[in-house]
């Protein structure tokens, strides 16, 4: 199973508002990510969780937090947005989420956001 | 036909023919490279992957070239259905994994 679930599957919020973004898998994996994507734009890295532990943060905004309850669980808190953060956020798992570590990342389906 | 503008360089092929859908990465010390597919309103789902000690790795349907020389890389996909239409990424990884900028490939039938 090479299943990563995100829910919700769509949010609309306010630039006023806190709201969740949920990842979850199964497969064992000890290496979480966060990504962003814009309309006919490549996914772009956001955050990474090896082992529970954020070991890259890519300059993201601090109106976005993220959260590794589990090795399982993958979470984005959302503060405070601005509109152009409207996007796909995806998370994706792999086995241990190393430096340099030829590993495959497993993507789930996204959220997708739209900020007012 | 290929074409390159504002928009994402798209692919049109017939139903039967094959594929070839072409990436140049940016970071020589790259080891490891995965092309991906989006469909719309998904995920990127993987397709094949290749290390860099690698030239050539085949799948079902699917072949992975890599030229390291050139740092290029490529997916050929045999026998294209109309079901292979989305975007395809390729990412190469090095510390972190980046995408290129991708490609949509329109399956006729």
């Known amino acids: 199973d090479t299943e990563v679930t995100q829910t919700p599957k769509h949010l609309v919020m306010g630039m006023t508002n806190k709201k969740s973004l949920k990842c979850e898998q199964h497969?064992?994996?000890?290496?979480m990510y966060w990504y962003k994507q814009k309309a006919k734009k490549p996914p772009e890295l956001m955050f990474v969780y090896s082992y529970e532990k954020l070991s890259i943060n890519e300059s993201v905004p601090s109106r976005f937090s993220p959260e590794c309850p589990n090795s399982s669980l993958l979470n984005l808190h959302l503060h405070a947005l601005q509109p152009e953060d409207s996007a796909l956020y995806l998370c994706?798992?792999?086995?241990?989420?190393?430096?340099?570590?030829?590993?495959?990342?497993?993507f789930g389906p996204g959220t997708r956001l739209l900020v007012l | 036909g290929e074409s390159v503008g504002l928009h994402l360089p798209t692919l049109s092929v017939q139903e039967g023919d094959n594929s070839i859908i072409n990436c140049a990465y940016s970071n020589s010390a790259s080891d490891y490279f995965i092309w991906y597919k989006q469909e719309s309103g998904k995920g990127p789902q993987f397709i094949i992957d290749i290390r860099s000690n690698m030239d050539k790795r085949q799948g079902q349907r699917v072949t992975v070239l890599l030229n390291k020389t050139v740092k290029h890389l490529s997916l050929q996909i045999a026998a294209t259905q109309p079901g292979d239409s989305a975007v395809y990424f390729c990412?190469?990884?090095?510390?972190?994994?980046?995408f290129g900028a991708g490609t949509i490939l329109r399956v006729k039938s």
């Open positions: 497969m064992g994996h000890r290496a």
């Open positions: 990412a190469e990884k090095g510390n972190k994994l980046v």
């Open positions: 994706a798992s792999s086995q241990e989420g190393l430096a340099r570590y030829q590993e495959t990342q497993y």
